[in-house]
Structures are given as structure tokens and as C-alpha cells.
């Protein structure tokens, strides 16, 4: 079998183009496989570390070109329970930051990142990957015209359903949810500045993330069959009662698009050859919007793994994904407990549960330092190492 390039990129979506263009800008011989998708209607809270990250890699020349910042977290206990938690207000600037991230759609992003296609060593095809194989040094796929390719690193950013992970023996652990998301585009009645409004409800959060003067993305989470209900029976009313009417009126300005949610972990997101990256190896439910960011530090290590091998030696491919499995190991189980013990809560019917959400939140509205410590949390390890430089 003859080696097609030194990695085969395979998935079109956000991770898969970041890591394929990422790769090849650092001299690496890519073959991306990207076949068409539909448009993708979710949009992304990237946090602070991600923008610098797509700053330093070219993916993305002028933020305030293609998002808006987000500077304030504002976030309202909606759930009527016993114990309900404060309103809670996070300000980047406590934090030593200007905003915490930028809201993007992913539209905007996959067009940025298609901007910076370098002219040398990358070939892009659009077919889907039929099967996966190792042979020898090289990672063998078959594409859907039945031709083969081979490489000595095969990335799968083929999303959830993952036929590299399958094919490679990765086994995910996967748990799904009842609750599921559904987003959509609005224009407000008034602007929400740089503020993102969490009203918390028993199911989950119901979410408005600023898009730039009165129009707004809806991040709903609820129950599956609640969100297709109000898709079938008048959207804009069921949207103006679960903000609570704070907003005026509001239009919507895109279809609605209903996402299922679940939780969906790898213990190891390489070895063989193979390296998974974005949700190809984890999703969880978009609460203190993590997925992408996640997959934009895979691509951040995935670069980093491949950079650090001697790519003149037979096996390379494999050492590459060995290493990078090790460099993802903490940081991707760290990201999951957190956002699945955040989901928990937010659902917990059981008291002491909701006692111990109101009362974390109460701690963290009343002591600064705790506050610093989750804002770092939450924005990731190159931000937490920030902000202990600023105490
Ligand atoms: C409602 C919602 C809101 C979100 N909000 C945020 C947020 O605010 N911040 C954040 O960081 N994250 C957020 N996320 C998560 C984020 O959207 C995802 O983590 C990210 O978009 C995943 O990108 P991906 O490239 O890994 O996967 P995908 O976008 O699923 O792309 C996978 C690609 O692989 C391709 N593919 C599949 N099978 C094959 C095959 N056999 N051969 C070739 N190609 C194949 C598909 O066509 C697709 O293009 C949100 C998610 C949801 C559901």
C-alpha cells in the first residue's frame, strides 16, 4: 500500500477543518475528507484561551469581524423550587478580562476557517469514509467511490457517530439524555448588550447569548418532546413566557433546529494511528459552553503531538497518537465531570442537590476568589494560569 500523505483528516465539520488546516500550516502533508454537510445552525461561546488559540493559528484574523463579545454572565433561578439559588451576575472584567470569550455562529467560523486554506499541503476531497483498516505503519480508508487511501495518521473528526472510532476499537461510553436544545436566531425588543441570560428552569437552562444590537441567539434546553411541542404550537409565545416578557417583543429571525443531547466519553482518544478529536471523541450538553472549545485544545494538542514526532521514522503515526492521547487525558476528563455534574445539578430533583447548587451559588456571589477560581474553570487551563498571575 502506497502513503497518500502523512495524515488523513477525516470530518468537515468545525474540529475537522481546524485541525486538517492547522496541520498543514505547520508543513505536515494533509488529505482532508470533508464531504458536503448541511449548515451547520449552531453557534459557539469560545472563551478567551480558543480566540487566542485561532488568532495564533490563522484561523480567524479580526473577532470583531465574524462574533461579539461576551462580558457578563447574568444567571436567574427560574425553577420555583424550595430552595432556589440567588441571581448571580458574572463580570469579566472581576476576572481581569475585557469578556470572557466571543459568541460566533458556526456558519461565520466555518467560513473564517475557509479563508485560511493554505495553498501548500493540503488536499481537500469531498467524499465520505466508508471503512477503516491498519496496515503496518499505515492507516488504510476507504472512501465512498471505493478507492483507498493511506497515511500514517488517520484523525477522525467524523462527529458522535464516529465510523474511526468504531473501526478503530475506540470504545465510547455514551449515556443520552431525554432533555435535548433546540437554537434559533431572534431580534429583541432591546439590545442585550454584552450580557448572556441564563434563566435556569427544572429541565435545564433557557439561554440568550448576545449576536449584536437587538438580535440575539436562543440556546433552550428542555425536555424533547416540550421543545417540539412549542415548534408545532407558536415558538415566539412559549419564547416570550420563558423570558418572562423581559425582552418586548421578539421575531424570529431562522428556522428552529432541535439537537438530542447526551454524554459521550473515550478513555483514550488515540492509539494505532488513529486520533479523535472534537466530538468524534466527546459531547455533552452545551452548559458553560465546552464543546468546541474542547475540540479546538484537541487540535491545539493533536499539532502539538504530531510536531514533536520524528516523521522521517517508520511508526511515527502511532507514537503521534499515543502522545496525544497522553496529552488529552486530563483535560478531557476534567472538562466532562465538570459539565456532567453542572447538568446533574441544574436537573437535581433531590433536595439536598438543589441545596447544594443554591448554596455554590451563593458562595460564589458572596467571596471573590471563588469567583476567580470558576471563571478560570470555566474558560480553561491557559486562562486559569492567567488569572492566578493576576492575584
Ligand atoms: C445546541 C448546541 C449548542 C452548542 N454551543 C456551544 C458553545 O456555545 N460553545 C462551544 O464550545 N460548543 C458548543 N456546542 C458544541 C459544538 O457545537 C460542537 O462541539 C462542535 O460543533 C463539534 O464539531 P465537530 O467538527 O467535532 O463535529 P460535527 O460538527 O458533527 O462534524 C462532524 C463532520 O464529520 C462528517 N462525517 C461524519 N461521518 C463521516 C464519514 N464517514 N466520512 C467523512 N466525514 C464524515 C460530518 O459530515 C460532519 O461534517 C454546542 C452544541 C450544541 C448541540
Known amino acids: ?102 459568541n460566533f455562529t458556526n456558519t461565520a467560523l466555518m467560513r473564517s476557517f475557509s479563508d485560511a486554506l493554505p495553498d501548500k499541503n493540503l488536499t481537500t476531497k469531498p ?6 483498516r491498519r496496515e503496518g505503519a499505515l492507516g488504510v480508508v476507504t472512501l465512498d467511490d471505493g478507492s483507498e487511501c493511506a497515511a500514517p495518521l488517520v484523525v477522525g473528526a467524523d462527529g458522535k457517530k464516529s465510523l474511526i472510532r468504531s473501526a478503530a476499537h475506540i470504545v465510547a461510553r455514551e449515556h443520552p439524555f431525554t432533555e435535548a436544545a433546540l437554537v ?90 488513529v486520533a479523535l478529536v472534537g466530538e468524534a471523541a466527546h459531547a455533552f450538553p452545551p452548559i458553560g459552553a465546552q464543546g468546541l472549545n474542547l475540540g479546538l485544545r484537541d487540535v491545539s494538542d493533536l499539532v502539538a503531538a504530531v510536531m514533536a514526532a520524528d516523521r522521517s521514522l517508520y511508526g511515527w503515526g502511532a507514537a503521534a497518537s499515543v502522545d496525544y492521547a497522553r496529552r488529552r487525558a486530563g483535560d478531557l476528563g476534567r472538562t466532562g465531570s465538570m459539565v456532567e455534574g453542572l447538568f446533574r445539578s441544574l436537573l437535581a430533583d433531590w433536595l439536598p442537590g438543589q441545596a447544594a447548587r443554591a448554596g455554590g451559588l451563593w458562595a460564589l456571589k458572596l467571596l471573590p476568589p471563588l469567583r476567580k477560581q470558576a471563571f478560570a474553570l470555566g474558560m480553561g487551563e491557559r486562562a486559569k494560569n492567567r488569572a492566578l498571575s493576576l492575584r
Not at 467524499?127 to 477503516?132: C, D, I, K, M, W
Request: charged share 20%; aromatic share 6%.
Open 127 to 132: 467524499n465520505a469514509v466508508r471503512a477503516y
Open 184 to 273: 434559533c436566531d431572534l431580534e429583541l425588543s432591546r439590545p442585550l448588550g454584552g450580557e448572556s441570560i441564563e434563566f435556569h428552569y427544572p429541565h435545564g437552562p433557557f439561554t440568550l447569548v448576545p449576536a449584536g444590537g437587538n438580535h440575539a441567539n436562543l440556546v433552550w434546553i428542555d425536555e424533547a418532546p416540550v421543545l417540539r411541542a412549542a415548534q408545532a404550537e407558536g415558538l415566539v409565545e412559549a419564547i416570550l413566557e420563558k423570558s418572562q416578557r423581559l425582552f418586548g417583543a421578539i421575531k424570529l429571525e431562522s428556522p428552529s433546529v432541535i439537537f438530542p443531547l447526551g454524554m459521550l466519553s473515550v478513555d483514550q482518544a488515540g492509539r494505532d494511528g
Open 1 to 102: 500500500m502506497k502513503q497518500d500523505a502523512e495524515t488523513i483528516v477525516v470530518g468537515g465539520g468545525l474540529a475537522g477543518l481546524a485541525a486538517a488546516i492547522s496541520l498543514a500550516r505547520q508543513g505536515v502533508e494533509v488529505l482532508h475528507l470533508a464531504p458536503p454537510a448541511p449548515p451547520d445552525r449552531r453557534t459557539s461561546a469560545l472563551m478567551l484561551p480558543s480566540v487566542e488559540f485561532l488568532l495564533e493559528s490563522g484561523l480567524v484574523e479580526r473577532p470583531e469581524a465574524i462574533g461579539h463579545p461576551l462580558s457578563t454572565i447574568r444567571i436567574i433561578d427560574a425553577t420555583n423550587r424550595l430552595i432556589r439559588a440567588p441571581e448571580t451576575v458574572f463580570k469579566a472584567p472581576e476576572a481581569g478580562f475585557e469578556a470572557f470569550g466571543w
